[in-house]
């Protein structure tokens, strides 16, 4: 059994439906799609209304019906939108990816090579949004592999963050004084080839086991300083919802942990997943804060929408951590298009990390200047709480850092120079003493 199989067997057969069978591709192949018809039968003002009423919004962009009907039109909508045959559906080789993509010579390579740390897991939803025929398009590039993930450059590493060194128990990270981070299994739905634990993801070595969730609770329980446990992964959305019950219960019980989070990527890439019963089942937890990983405007579809409606109707606080990636969403205009598009899903974005200098990344990390930049055409220029607080996770260990432009340009006198959005020049009286 190869580590993916071993991955798959300990983090998910307890989500595998009795009796569900895999869909097997339609081998026709899709015509390009002209930009005039797909703005004529999808305009972005549909999705994106005034107070984001449901009623007023397509169920799925024009993209993703066009997807369905090439290459699953024997789906019905009961299937679809089951998160269950999603999963098991999941676009995972070579052969399923030719028959849905017009792969480039550089991807056909690395999606044949074997060394690769990081599987490759694509849910039919989301690849319904990425480009059939441009394998630079933003999302094309967040999941499907190249031949620069296997050259490591300088400074990069396998765990720069130093995960491993702060972990007292398999599975556990104590960084920080008053919180821990509780990776509950290596399985995500769709795996992103700038992952952070690409290290450990879709090997199999952190199952949702008992036994080894009880170390976890246990170490919690002893460490009354522990007030916020961040519940993550892979992706803990993966589990069934009595697993996930049973953990969130578990960490309820203990009096000292006041909060609870969740990082999860379900609503980008999976958001069937967010169904009324899970919600139903997470309300029972408050206070209870989600985390939500988007990276593009593209992912801020109709069912988006509706996955973080309902979680924010169960009254779940949702915030919204970027990965700041080259070719991705290195431009203001793409940030801000994302941002604002998040505020109206009633998701704030709350970080926007450089990224991870994993090993193979350095073809996603721009200059940390990109993202002050970026910062500085947000700032001032849309909505303040659309944000987000730019961060370094520094290499080794040290924890997140934040980087901010430099609004304060020195002193005169009593009086602190500030500079604004326009880059304009204001004094503040400031008497030193």
């Known amino acids: 059994m190869s580590s993916f199989e071993a991955a798959e067997a300990c983090s998910y057969c307890e989500e595998e439906p009795p009796g569900s069978t895999i869909y097997q591709l339609s081998p026709r192949i899709a015509a390009p799609i002209s930009p005039s018809k797909r703005q004529r039968a999808y305009p972005e003002r549909d999705l994106f209304v005034p107070g984001g009423l449901p009623g007023r919004m397509p169920r799925s962009t024009f993209q993703?019906?066009?997807f369905r009907k090439?290459?699953?039109?024997?789906?019905?909508?009961?299937?679809?939108?089951?998160?269950?045959?999603?999963?098991?559906?999941?676009?995972?080789?070579?052969?399923?990816?030719?028959?849905?993509?017009e792969l480039s010579a550089d991807e056909r390579a690395a999606l044949s090579q074997s060394d690769s740390m990081l599987p490759v897991s694509i849910t039919p939803y989301y690849m319904s949004l990425v480009s059939r025929d441009d394998c630079l398009q933003p999302v094309r590039r967040t999941v499907i592999p190249t031949l620069d993930e296997l050259r490591r450059s300088p400074g990069e590493a396998d765990d720069p963050l130093g995960e491993d060194h702060d972990s007292p128990v398999p599975g556990l990270v104590h960084r920080y004084p008053d919180r821990v981070l509780l990776l509950v299994t290596d399985f995500c739905s769709s795996y992103c080839r700038y992952c952070t634990r690409s290290r450990v993801v879709g090997q199999g070595h952190i199952a949702p086991g008992e036994q080894r969730l009880e170390q976890a609770?246990?170490?919690i329980r002893a460490t009354p300083a522990i007030r916020d446990v961040l519940v993550s992964g892979g992706d803990p959305l993966a589990l069934s919802d009595e697993r996930l019950d049973?953990?969130?219960?578990?960490?309820?019980?203990?009096?000292?942990?006041?909060i609870v989070r969740i990082g999860t990527k379900m609503?980008?890439?999976?958001?069937?997943?967010?169904?009324?019963?899970?919600?139903?089942?997470?309300?029972k937890h408050h206070p209870l804060f989600m985390s939500l990983h988007f990276i593009h405007p593209d992912e801020c579809t109709p069912e988006s929408f509706q996955a973080?409606?309902?979680l924010a109707d169960a009254g779940i606080p949702l915030g919204s951590q970027t990965v700041l990636l080259k070719g991705v969403n290195d431009d203001v205009e793409t940030m801000k298009k994302l941002v604002q598009r998040l505020l109206v899903m009633r998701v704030r974005p709350y970080y926007l990390y450089q990224c991870d200098p994993i090993s193979g990344?350095?073809?996603f990390r721009t200059p940390v200047s990109k993202g002050l930049e970026i910062i500085d055409g947000l700032r001032g220029h849309t909505t303040g709480y659309a944000?987000?607080?730019?961060?370094?996770?520094?290499?080794?260990g040290g924890g997140k850092i934040i980087l901010t432009p430099n609004f304060v340009t020195g002193r005169d006198g009593d009086d602190l120079l500030l500079r604004n959005y326009e880059g304009q020049e204001f004094r503040y009286p400031d008497p030193v003493g």
């Open 70 to 101: 090439t290459f699953y039109p024997g789906v019905a909508d009961k299937e679809w939108n089951s998160w269950y045959w999603q999963a098991r559906n999941r676009i995972r080789t070579l052969n399923q990816l030719e028959q849905v993509l």
């Open 361 to 363: 990344s350095a073809h």
């Open 64 to 66: 993703t019906k066009v």
């Open 387 to 396: 944000v987000p607080n730019y961060v370094i996770d520094a290499p080794g």
């Open 246 to 258: 049973w953990i969130l219960t578990s960490l309820r019980q203990i009096p000292h942990v006041e």
């Open 217 to 219: 609770f246990e170490y």
């Open 267 to 283: 609503p980008a890439v999976l958001p069937q997943r967010i169904t009324p019963d899970l919600c139903r089942m997470l309300r």
């Open 308 to 310: 973080c409606t309902r």
